[in-house]
């Protein structure tokens, strides 16, 4: 499990060290704001013609909404790892491999993105625009390739860990495997929307089931000992 340091320090009399999941007391705001970037990035995408890339890269709408869905992605990155602190004591291997899977996915296809957000537009409004026309190296194919199989392959390993883990309930956790099939293709939308609902679901039931357990005093599931400060 991923932790922060101490919090308490273990020279203080009487005091134990405390220590909590990196990023676990932020991951449903985090999965929120993760999940809605993704949706509104992808929303503004839908009606251009994704496949004409010189036509859209010189768009200024479509280049907002490019920003707006690579900010999702960086946002992504930080609400996996505090999700994950949930459930790593009850997902075991399988969890820290379908968690260290995603997150590989999200850095790879996010740095694609990062490509198609800041590069793209200026070589479309380049000398050179037909570049952004021709195909594309042996490397660049297999890069691409490579991106979109472990970003799907990620996300659906971290949904069928948390399905073992039973620490989310198990319609989130099919949510977020049926939206990691889909991910193959996120960077056309709207194949990118249903992680971005999955994402702002568990995030909402996150912070809901944290109100519960701190108006009830009791845990609940492990919200309650894996967020006390």
Not at 122 to 147: I, K, N, Q, T, Y
Not at 176 to 193: D, K, S
Request: proline share 6%; aromatic share 12%.
């Amino acid at each position: 499990m991923i932790r922060t340091g101490s919090t308490v320090s273990k020279s203080a009399p009487g005091l134990e060290p405390v220590s909590a999941p990196l990023f676990a007391r932020s991951a449903g705001p985090l999965a929120i704001a993760a999940g809605t970037l993704l949706v509104v990035g992808q929303a503004i995408w839908w009606p251009f013609d994704q496949q004409g890339n010189v036509a859209t890269s010189r768009n200024d709408l479509f280049n907002v909404g490019s920003v707006v869905y690579f900010a999702g992605f960086c946002v992504l990155m930080f609400a996996l790892i505090g999700v994950h602190g949930y459930q790593a004591s009850r997902a075991g291997r399988l969890g820290m491999f379908g968690f260290s899977a995603a997150l590989l996915g999200t850095m790879l296809l996010g740095g694609d993105l990062w490509f198609e957000s800041v590069a793209v537009p200026w070589l479309a409004r380049s000398p050179l625009p037909e570049v952004l026309s021709s195909d594309p190296s042996m490397l660049l194919a297999l890069g691409a390739l490579a991106s979109y199989f472990l970003f799907a392959f990620g996300w659906v390993s971290f949904g069928v860990a948390s399905l073992r883990a039973r620490v989310f309930p198990v319609w989130i956790s099919l949510f977020i495997v049926g939206a990691g099939i889909f991910g193959y293709q996120a960077l056309l939308a709207p194949w990118g929307i249903p992680l971005g609902v999955a994402i702002v679901t568990l995030g909402g039931w996150m912070l809901h089931g944290r109100a519960a357990a701190l108006s009830s005093g009791a845990p609940h599931q492990l919200l309650a000992r894996q967020l006390r400060s």
